[in-house]
């Protein structure tokens, strides 16, 4: 299909107040020939949108090019068919005439630049052609626990087919083994029933789930609106096909025979909260050692949590587990002593009221303070000494049973020392076993996955399958599979039932926009995919290794296989092949190189530096918008170049623009870390290691290092980036001008 462009510039928002216009719309005519450019006061009005239809309608414009407000602003008016019209935004508003002088030189060259960039990158984009497969949307909840029959039913009652397994003989989970649960309603006082048999029958009883129990998941084959999965079960195998998955598989208690410094292992009557569950079933609290009830009873909080020998992070639910245990007691015997020894109590929101009437029990003992030991004494008694109290003194507390408030680890066990954080050089293509906590494949027998990058969902720092919590709650690093409640993070039933509702809309979410051929988050809704040409392939493995989401698998030749709904659009694989084979029809190597190439270099006698700045879409793109529209000024010989995100940075766009006389290039992305901050998991850690060999180009250039500098950025430290900016051209000035710009 011929390509026609057409260039529709708004004047309003104070672009014709404070630009040449014509000077810029002859940019788009003479330079670059197109054949329509218009401008009008507000595009984004009705008959500023019109024109842009009718062209579209009438003169057969099928590539639109909008130089007006951010991409990020009026995305529901510039909204356009993407398989049939190609579509770029050049920013205009925040990034030239609200932070820098207007109807002034330099303001026009970064106009007209900006333009010239715009309109190269439309000239080389492609109309989308969207993945499309058969896609089943059936959704698979693997654990039958509380949060597993949570997701399952809500699943269903939004009309999707459900398959439940669960590797028990019956479904409930721990919510089966407890007596009783805090209060979870008003006017929480009072200790509740679970509810849990009801919640089986309606599980049980629903026809649009199938349950599966005394099973377990074989193999997961495929892709997200493609999975594969083999159930065995009963010693048969059976075939299902689902869109997405729901991992639902819950928690196991911290092992307590690691704490035999609090006694557990050596004394029989040192016992764990789950214990003290079981006794209050059969309706007795008895010591082990002699099946004589227990008068006297001590609980220890954070019974190995808190602690970087054990468990470093606080489980949230045990708190009120022990409260809840106490009244146990007490309601049984009226003259029953419980101590509670804690690190602080933790009871959030509502659950402070039930706190308080326990406080209010006057046989019930709380007191804050460290517990340095416990013993037995000659009666069997235990022996608890507790430093540092709030009574002011060290005490020492005896009791006949001691209860260790264990925290919880998730089910696919991974023990703690295998996630301790550990220092390493090693480049990601050349990494021993020992990994960083981000890379570490939690090893469980759970879902079984055929990936290239292993069987099971990579783990956080603390032995948790993986999300981008801090803006996508519920995602796993493989795209379609979605992790819910005690799995994903500690917490109680009702978060649980929160998160399994979130996490089943998630799946239904991924189904739905996988059938339309769109990505799932951050890209939501985009219909690019990786296209690889193979015939340059040389079986490097880096995109296979290097893809944060398992997109790549490999053959037996070691050519990668990509699986396209699994795909984030991220363009990682794309910065990570040295032989430049991984493009999509709108984001490529080629196009982001030529919008470096159609930036206008100023003669050295000018002394007009020109800087290129690539800066993710994610963090460091809106950070600049903010500083646009909080006019907060900025060097304008800075020329920005949004990117998917900083990993798919290709070293030949910084060797062709320092060949081209660029003097310097800043490289802003999403800051990295245990808390995943970067949008995309791995891409700024990345970047920032392939970004060292830059040294070697340089080298190569008889270039200083210094003209090249990368760096992170949260999205609320924008008002950082003037500085930044201002910095690196000081630097930029220091060094001298790039003795490449008069080639």
């Known amino acids: 299909m011929d390509k026609k462009i057409g260039v529709y510039i708004c004047s309003g928002c104070d672009i014709g107040d404070s630009l040449d216009m014509d000077a810029l719309a002859n940019v788009a005519t003479s330079e670059y020939k197109v054949p329509i450019c218009k401008n009008h006061p507000m595009l984004c009005g009705k008959e500023g949108s019109s024109i842009i239809n009718n062209d579209i309608q009438k003169e057969g414009v099928n590539t639109v090019v909008i130089a007006a407000c951010s991409p990020r602003e009026k995305m529901e008016i510039f909204s356009y068919d993407p398989t049939v019209i190609s579509m770029e935004r050049v920013n205009l508003r925040e990034h030239v005439v609200w932070c820098h002088p207007p109807n002034d030189e330099d303001t026009q060259m970064l106009a007209e630049d900006y333009m010239r960039m715009g309109l190269v990158k439309a000239q080389k984009m492609e109309p989308l052609e969207p993945f499309s497969e058969e896609i089943n949307k059936t959704i698979l909840v693997v654990g039958g626990g509380i949060t597993g029959m949570t997701s399952a039913l809500e699943a269903a009652k939004a009309g999707s087919d459900v398959i439940l397994v669960e590797k028990e003989p019956e479904l409930g989970g721990w919510m089966a083994k407890l007596w009783k649960q805090f209060p979870k309603d008003p006017p929480y006082l009072d200790l509740q029933e679970t509810g849990i048999d009801s919640k089986i029958i309606e599980v049980k009883s629903n026809t649009k789930i199938n349950v599966y129990t005394g099973a377990k998941i074989e193999k997961t084959e495929g892709a997200p609106g493609m999975f594969d999965i083999t159930i065995s079960q009963n010693g048969n195998s059976e075939k299902v096909k689902a869109g997405a998955i729901v991992e639902a598989t819950g928690w196991q208690p911290y092992d307590a025979s690691k704490l035999d410094h609090l006694g557990f292992g050596k004394y029989p009557n040192v016992v764990t909260n789950i214990t003290v569950e079981e006794m209050a079933s059969k309706g007795k609290f008895t010591k082990p050692s002699d099946g004589k009830e227990a008068k006297s009873i001590a609980f220890i909080q954070c019974a190995g949590s808190r602690d970087s020998e054990h468990l470093p992070y606080c489980s949230s639910y045990c708190c009120l587990t022990s409260l809840k245990q106490a009244k146990y007691i007490r309601e049984q015997n009226g003259d029953a002593k419980v101590y509670i020894l804690y690190k602080d109590i933790r009871t959030l929101a509502q659950n402070e009221i039930f706190y308080k009437k326990i406080q209010e029990d006057e046989g019930i003992f709380l007191t804050k303070g460290d517990v340095v030991g416990v013993t037995e004494d000659s009666e069997k008694n235990m022996v608890i000494d507790v430093d540092n109290t709030l009574l002011g003194e060290n005490i020492q507390i005896k009791a006949e049973m001691v209860v260790l408030a264990t925290g919880m680890v998730p089910a696919a066990g991974i023990e703690m020392k295998e996630v301790a954080p550990v220092e390493t050089e090693a480049p990601p293509d050349e990494k021993k076993e020992e990994e960083t906590p981000a890379d570490i494949i939690i090893p469980s027998d759970i879902l079984n996955l055929d990936y290239r990058q292993g069987p099971e969902l990579p783990s956080l720092m603390y032995g948790f399958p993986d999300s981008h919590y801090i803006c996508f709650p519920y995602e796993s690093r493989r795209t379609g599979i979605y992790v819910a409640g005690c799995g994903r993070q500690p917490m109680d039933s009702s978060a649980c039932t929160d998160d399994a509702a979130g ?241």
């Not at 940075?649 to 060797?655: H, S």
């Open 503 to 743: 996490a089943a809309l998630k799946a239904i979410q991924c189904i739905e926009l996988t059938s339309q051929g769109k990505a799932l988050h951050p890209r939501a809704g985009d219909m690019s995919y990786p296209d690889l040409y193979m015939s340059r392939c040389t079986q490097c493995k880096r995109c296979t290794e290097e893809c944060p989401f398992g997109v790549y698998n490999e053959d037996e030749k070691g050519n990668p296989l990509p699986n396209p709904t699994r795909c984030r659009r991220c363009g990682i694989c794309m910065g990570s092949c040295p032989e430049r084979i991984i493009s999509f029809k709108d984001y490529s190597v080629d196009i982001i190189g030529s919008m470096v190439k159609a930036v206008e270099v100023p003669d050295e006698d000018e002394e007009k530096p020109r800087v290129i700045a690539f800066l993710c879409e994610n963090d460091a793109y809106p950070s600049l918008d903010i500083v646009g529209r909080k006019r907060l000024s900025y060097n304008p010989y800075i020329r920005v170049i949004p990117l998917r995100c900083l990993g798919n940075v290709n070293l030949v766009w910084i060797a062709d623009a320092l060949s081209k006389g660029i003097d310097g290039i800043i490289l802003i992305g999403c800051k990295y870390g245990d808390d995943y901050q970067c949008h995309y998991i791995k891409g700024s850690e990345l970047a920032n290691y392939r970004l060292e060999k830059i040294k070697e180009t340089l080298d190569r250039l008889v270039l200083e290092s210094e003209r090249v500098r990368v760096l992170e950025l949260s999205i609320d430290e924008y008002d950082k980036l003037p500085g930044i900016f201002d910095d690196f051209l000081e630097t930029i000035e220091e060094v001298g001008p790039n003795p490449y710009k008069d080639f």
